[in-house]
Nanobody, 116 residues
Framework: QAQFVESGGGLVRPGGSLRLSCTAS????????MTWYRQAPGKARKVVAN????????IYADFVKGRFTISRDNAKNTLYLQLNNLEPEDTARYYC?????????WGQGTQVTVSS
């Protein structure tokens, strides 16, 4: 069974940056595309970005607007999300999972709070 451990979140001011990490285990990481999701309080979980198996094709949600960068290190079984120029609307809990989603359990996520 796949497991995901997200980290790197925190409290930042608008315009700030964070780098999120997701360490995966329990499956062949390099054989799967991966996705970052986020969920704000009272709202549905939504896709932020995904990336193919070798890390060459990133795809972003429109609301990312070129501010976020997804990447992966297959040697470390780790997925990353660089968040730049953060906005209060980016406040959410961020999760990772396989792409496409195949009902693997969710990790605990990592909280990103953008506030002045």
């Amino acid at each position: 069974q796949a497991q995901f451990v997200e980290s790197g979140g925190g409290l930042v001011r608008p315009g700030g940056s964070l780098r999120l990490s997701c360490t995966a285990s329990g499956f062949d990481f390099r054989a799967y595309g991966m996705t970052w999701y986020r969920q704000a309080p009272g709202k549905a979980r939504k896709v932020v970005a995904n990336i193919n198996t070798v890390g060459t094709i990133p795809i972003y949600a429109d609301f990312v607007k070129g501010r976020f960068t997804i990447s992966r290190d297959n040697a470390k079984n780790t997925l990353y999300l660089q968040l730049n120029n953060l906005e209060p609307e980016d406040t959410a809990r961020y999760y990772c999972n396989k792409s496409p989603y195949d009902f693997e359990p969710w990790g605990q996520g990592t909280q990103v709070t953008v506030s002045s």
